[in-house]
Structures are given as structure tokens and as C-alpha cells.
């Protein structure tokens, strides 16, 4: 079945680094603009980053801009984002989600990885 | 930079109508995505271009988006409706996608 799979959260300190992937499988990943989004506790929803399907164009959210990197390996099915320069606030929940018709709206999401950022 | 604005709680009785807003300057303009999310679970989309559904998604939800508000509405409202609901947009002048800050949605 379609799914999306995030890994790579963990507890990091302020200023380090992290990469989180996500192994997309059920559908045809090359195909598809896909995005990050993130949840801080007991908080809404955030927009972080989206690759095109052809890894064309990128573009950030004004948070995280600078810091973050995303990218994607379209031969094996992964999307990445990388984080640097990690703050206490980017703490949250790192969701996957696959963009339909982009810019349209997100129809597939994985289960997420925890992110915390402590000293 | 976009705003959209969504009222923090919506309480409805079972069986009633619910109607959750968000509100955007010439939002009608727009294309409006709905999620719902349940407490620790991802969003789920439940409406998508303003009125469209995915599959799965029960004809009781149905979305419209005019002027500045969309709305989400919910007939009949269920136990099972409970959660958070998001709408979501692109905006075209900042190539960033925005969500509301979120609804809750309390059954009765």
C-alpha cells in the first residue's frame, strides 16, 4: 500500500545536526513534489520545505530557511532533510507528506519522528 | 505575509451541523485543503480544493470557500468527528504553504 516512513529523530543539542529520512513506497515517488511539515508540542501545524518531483525546485519555510536543506534520492524511493544549526525551537513532530497536483494539498503522510533539541 | 485566521474550538452536539471557518484576505481566490488530525496521529486530508473529496472521506464532510472565509462543515456530527482541523492553502506570492492555526473540534 502507499506509505511513509520517517526515521532519523532523536534528542540533539542546540547548534548540532540532524538528517531525517523518509522511505516512500506504493506509488511511483518520482512522480511526486513532497514536503516536510512539523508539529511542535500542543501546537499547529508547520510548513517546512518542499522538493518538486524532478528535484527542480526547492523552497523553504522562513523558519528554517538557511538551515535546512532538503533533497531527494528518486532511484530509491527517499526524501532527506537536512538540519543544522539546531535550535530549542525546532522541536516537534517531522512529518513526510506527499504532494498532489503541486501546489495542491498533501494526501499521504507518515507517522512522523520526534525531533528535541535540549542541552 | 498570508494569514489564516480559524476559530481555536467548536463544540456541536451529536447529530447536529458543525462549521469550522478560516478566514484569509481573498481567500475565495484560492484553493482551500482541509486535514483533521486526532490526538497522536497524522493529519489526515479530508477535503481538497476548496469542495473535493478523497476517497474514503464520508459525504458528511463537504467544504466550500467564498470572499474571505472557507468552511469546513460537518453533517451529522459523530463522537468520531472529534479532533483538530486544519486548512491549508499555497500561497502563490511567496511559493510557501500555510496551514491555520488549527480548530478543535468538541462533540457534546
Same mark, same amino acid.
Given at each position: 500500500q502507499v506509505q511513509l516512513v520517517e526515521s532519523g529523530g532523536g534528542v540533539v543539542q542546540p547548534g548540532r545536526s540532524l538528517r531525517l529520512s523518509c522511505a516512500a513506497s506504493g506509488? *511511483?515517488?518520482?512522480n511526486y513534489g513532497m514536503h516536510w511539515v512539523r508539529q511542535a508540542p500542543g501546537k499547529g501545524l508547520e510548513w517546512v520545505a518542499v522538493m518538486w518531483y524532478d528535484g527542480s525546485h526547492e523552497y523553504y519555510g522562513d523558519s528554517v530557511k538557511g538551515r535546512f536543506t532538503i533533497s531527494r534520492d528518486n532511484p530509491n524511493n527517499t526524501l532527506y532533510l537536512q538540519m543544522n544549526n539546531?535550535?530549542?525551537?525546532? *522541536?516537534a513532530v517531522y512529518y513526510c507528506a506527499r504532494g498532489i497536483d503541486d501546489p495542491g494539498a498533501f494526501d499521504i503522510w507518515g507517522q512522523g519522528t520526534l525531533v528535541t533539541i535540549s542541552s | 505575509s498570508y494569514v489564516l485566521t480559524q476559530p481555536p474550538s467548536v463544540s456541536v452536539a451529536p447529530g447536529q451541523t458543525a462549521r469550522v471557518t478560516c478566514t484569509g =484576505? =481573498?481567500?475565495?481566490s484560492k484553493s482551500v485543503h482541509w486535514y483533521l488530525q486526532k490526538p497522536g496521529q497524522a493529519p489526515v486530508l479530508?477535503?481538497?480544493?476548496?469542495s473535493d473529496r478523497p476517497s474514503g472521506?464520508?459525504?458528511?464532510l463537504s467544504g466550500s470557500n467564498s470572499g474571505n472565509t472557507a468552511t469546513l462543515t460537518i453533517s451529522?456530527?459523530?463522537?468520531?468527528?472529534e479532533a483538530d482541523y486544519y486548512c491549508q492553502v499555497w500561497d502563490n506570492s511567496s511559493d510557501h504553504w500555510l496551514f491555520g492555526g488549527g480548530t478543535k473540534l468538541t462533540v457534546l
Amino acid at each position: 500500500q502507499v506509505q511513509l516512513v520517517e526515521s532519523g529523530g532523536g534528542v540533539v543539542q542546540p547548534g548540532r545536526s540532524l538528517r531525517l529520512s523518509c522511505a516512500a513506497s506504493g506509488f *511511483t515517488f518520482i512522480n511526486y513534489g513532497m514536503h516536510w511539515v512539523r508539529q511542535a508540542p500542543g501546537k499547529g501545524l508547520e510548513w517546512v520545505a518542499v522538493m518538486w518531483y524532478d528535484g527542480s525546485h526547492e523552497y523553504y519555510g522562513d523558519s528554517v530557511k538557511g538551515r535546512f536543506t532538503i533533497s531527494r534520492d528518486n532511484p530509491n524511493n527517499t526524501l532527506y532533510l537536512q538540519m543544522n544549526n539546531l535550535r530549542v525551537d525546532d *522541536t516537534a513532530v517531522y512529518y513526510c507528506a506527499r504532494g498532489i497536483d503541486d501546489p495542491g494539498a498533501f494526501d499521504i503522510w507518515g507517522q512522523g519522528t520526534l525531533v528535541t533539541i535540549s542541552s | 505575509s498570508y494569514v489564516l485566521t480559524q476559530p481555536p474550538s467548536v463544540s456541536v452536539a451529536p447529530g447536529q451541523t458543525a462549521r469550522v471557518t478560516c478566514t484569509g =484576505n =481573498n481567500i475565495g481566490s484560492k484553493s482551500v485543503h482541509w486535514y483533521l488530525q486526532k490526538p497522536g496521529q497524522a493529519p489526515v486530508l479530508v477535503v481538497y480544493d476548496d469542495s473535493d473529496r478523497p476517497s474514503g472521506i464520508p459525504e458528511r464532510l463537504s467544504g466550500s470557500n467564498s470572499g474571505n472565509t472557507a468552511t469546513l462543515t460537518i453533517s451529522r456530527v459523530e463522537a468520531g468527528d472529534e479532533a483538530d482541523y486544519y486548512c491549508q492553502v499555497w500561497d502563490n506570492s511567496s511559493d510557501h504553504w500555510l496551514f491555520g492555526g488549527g480548530t478543535k473540534l468538541t462533540v457534546l
